[in-house]
Every structure is written in C-alpha cells, then in structure tokens.
C-alpha cells in the first residue's frame, strides 16, 4: 500500500471508531497492520480500540475483562512505540494504558521517555509524580512535582500531589498549604476537593472533610469520586446509614445502568455495616438484575449472611 492509501484507511477506521462502530475499524486496522507493518498507526488504532473495550467492562462491573483488554491495549501500544519511538504524545498515551493495565514499570518508562522528548510539557513528569507517591514513594515524587512547577508555576494538578505527598510524609501544614494552593486555582475541580476532604480525613478530622464535600450542589454529590469519599468519612464517624445515603444517591445519578448496578452493591455494604440487612437485601436484588456478576453479587451476600449471624 502507497501512502496515500494507508492514510484513506486509517481515516476510514477513524470513522468508524467515531460513531461506534468497532467491528469495521477493528477490521481495517488489523488489515493495515499486515499490509504495512512498519507503520505505527494501525496499532494505536486497534489499542484505542481495546481500550474502548476495556472501559465498557469496567461500565458492567467485568473487572476481570477490563484489565485483560487493557492489557491488550498496551501490547498493541508497545508496538506502536516500537515502530515510531520519536513520538512523544504516542509514548504518554502508552504509559497511560500501562497504567491502565497495572503495568507500573512499563507506564513510568514511557512516561520518562516523553518527557525526554518533549521536556517543555508538564504531563509527563506529573504522571510520573502521582506513579511515585501512589507506589508510596513521596520523597521520590517530590523532584517530579517541582519539575512541573518549574514548566507550569502554581499547576493545579501538581499542586494538588505535592499536598497529597506532604501529607504521606508527616507535613500536615504544607499539604493543607499545598492543597489551598490548589483549590483556589481550579475552585470547580471535583477531583482536588477529594483529595483536600481525604487529607482532612488522613489527618483525623472526618467532620471538616464532610462539611467540605457537603457543601457542593446534591448533583456532585451525587459523582462516584465525591460519593465514595463522603461514605468513608460517614463510615468513619458510624454513621453507614449515612454511607448508605450517599451511595443511594450516587446509584440515583448514574446515567448507565450497567455502572449503577456496581453502585448498588456499596449501596448494600453500606446497610450491612449498618446491620440493616432487609434493606441490604434490596439492594443486592436490585445489583443482581441490572446485571452485575454472579461472583459478585454472591461475595456481598454472604457477607451480608456473616454479619447477621455474628449478630445473633
């Protein structure tokens, strides 16, 4: 196949991953993997589509079929970077799927690799930051952080895991710093204001990080990130029939059923911690027929059946 050719059929496949349609695309980038295999494009096109595959599991609580079509994705990616190692997008999006994936080793070398290529862009050296400190390597992430403050001076995101790994460190006031920093930067971001209300949390004032979090509008709190902090510092407090509320509401906002189904079932732990079993009961009836797995569902009612009887 001449250029022009490769390029009609990866616009095509492109196409087709665009309205949805897998089947087509997959078929065209595995055509074009054989007939021009030296060119990068045709495995990032089947790796988007695995991921694509992966992320609908994950929707449908298949958790098991996630990682293993993430892992498929990263295969396909690596050969990508292979054939085309000079791309410094192609190898950030490699690490992101090895991240993915659970593959830690493989995300942080592709993530050094795009910073090298492209040292002005902060993504890579914040990606590799966060690897760092949720391996519970904080003071190895700290020259990661400062270098994307260097490239981006008072980046939210950084900010936001320089106050993550102050407080794994024991430095209580420059994490609450840090994270100030943070929020007053992106006052909207859902994503810092959790990790302010954990650090509230960590650092043993559960009330501060629920008056934090239930000071947003009942829609956010209703996300799944806000929804499964507010149940911990519930839990944290005993108050699970609280937890359970929260979950309630979160199972309320969820616009797929097949994720609400998953939700449901912390819905029903939430009660069972609460040693409201009938209403656990409910909720696990209700995980069963929006199509969670069997295994799963099962796991929650025999902890459901162990609490009950340890309470007689």
Same mark, same amino acid.
């Given at each position: 196949?001449?250029? #022009?050719?490769?390029?009609?059929?990866?616009?095509?496949?492109?196409?087709?991953?665009?309205?949805?349609?897998?089947?087509?695309?997959?078929?065209?980038?595995?055509?074009?993997?054989?007939?021009?295999?030296?060119?990068?494009?045709?495995?990032?096109?089947?790796?988007?589509?695995?991921?694509?595959?992966?992320?609908?599991?994950?929707?449908?609580?298949?958790?098991?079929?996630?990682?293993?079509?993430?892992?498929?994705?990263?295969?396909?990616?690596?050969?990508?970077?292979?054939?085309?190692?000079?791309?410094?997008?192609?190898?950030?999006?490699?690490?992101?799927?090895?991240? +993915?994936?659970?593959?830690?080793?493989?995300?942080?070398?592709?993530?050094?690799? #795009?910073?090298?290529?492209?040292?002005?862009?902060?993504?890579?050296?914040?990606?590799?930051?966060? $690897?760092?400190?949720?391996?519970?390597?904080?003071?190895?992430?700290?020259?990661?952080?400062?270098?994307?403050?260097?490239?981006?001076?008072?980046?939210?995101?950084?900010?936001?895991?320089?106050?993550?790994?102050?407080?794994? $460190?024991?430095?209580?006031?420059?994490?609450?710093?840090?994270?100030?920093?943070?929020?007053?930067?992106?006052?909207?971001?859902?994503?810092?204001?959790?990790?302010?209300?954990?650090?509230?949390?960590?650092?043993?004032?559960?009330?501060?990080?629920?008056?934090?979090?239930?000071?947003?509008?009942?829609?956010?709190?209703?996300?799944?990130?806000?929804?499964?902090? +507010?149940?911990?510092?519930?839990?944290?407090?005993?108050?699970?029939?609280?937890?359970?509320?929260?979950?309630?509401?979160?199972?309320?906002?969820?616009?797929?059923?097949?994720?609400?189904?998953?939700?449901?079932?912390?819905?029903?732990?939430?009660?069972?911690?609460?040693?409201?079993?009938?209403?656990?009961?409910?909720?696990?009836?209700? #995980?069963?027929?929006?199509?969670?797995?069997?295994?799963?569902?099962?796991?929650?009612?025999?902890?459901?059946?162990?609490?009950?009887?340890?309470?007689?």
């Amino acid at each position: 196949m001449d250029h #022009a050719q490769v390029e009609a059929a990866l616009d095509a496949a492109e196409r087709y991953i665009a309205l949805g349609n897998m089947v087509e695309a997959e078929a065209i980038a595995i055509r074009l993997s054989r007939l021009a295999p030296e060119h990068f494009a045709p495995d990032d096109r089947l790796g988007r589509i695995c991921v694509g595959q992966a992320l609908a599991f994950r929707a449908n609580g298949r958790e098991a079929e996630a990682a293993q079509a993430f892992s498929e994705a990263h295969d396909h990616y690596k050969q990508a970077v292979r054939k085309a190692p000079g791309i410094p997008g192609l190898q950030q999006s490699a690490g992101e799927i090895a991240q +993915l994936a659970g593959r830690l080793d493989d995300a942080m070398d592709h993530f050094k690799a #795009a910073g090298e290529l492209s040292p002005e862009d902060p993504a890579p050296p914040l990606y590799i930051a966060q $690897l760092l400190v949720a391996g519970g390597s904080p003071e190895k992430a700290r020259p990661w952080v400062e270098r994307v403050l260097a490239i981006v001076p008072g980046q939210p995101h950084a900010l936001a895991t320089r106050a993550v790994l102050e407080m794994d $460190l024991g430095n209580a006031p420059e994490a609450f710093e840090a994270i100030d920093s943070a929020r007053s930067a992106l006052p909207a971001d859902l994503g810092i204001r959790v990790i302010e209300a954990r650090l509230y949390r960590q650092h043993g004032e559960p009330e501060r990080a629920l008056e934090l979090l239930l000071s947003l509008p009942p829609q956010q709190q209703g996300d799944e990130g806000v929804a499964g902090e +507010l149940a911990v510092n519930w839990g944290s407090i005993g108050r699970h029939d609280r937890s359970a509320e929260t979950w309630a509401l979160c199972f309320a906002s969820m616009p797929d059923v097949h994720r609400s189904g998953r939700v449901a079932l912390k819905v029903a732990e939430a009660w069972i911690e609460d040693r409201q079993f009938e209403k656990a009961a409910v909720w696990i009836e209700q #995980a069963e027929l929006l199509g969670v797995p069997g295994d799963q569902v099962e796991l929650v009612r025999v902890l459901a059946r162990e609490a009950e009887e340890s309470q007689d």
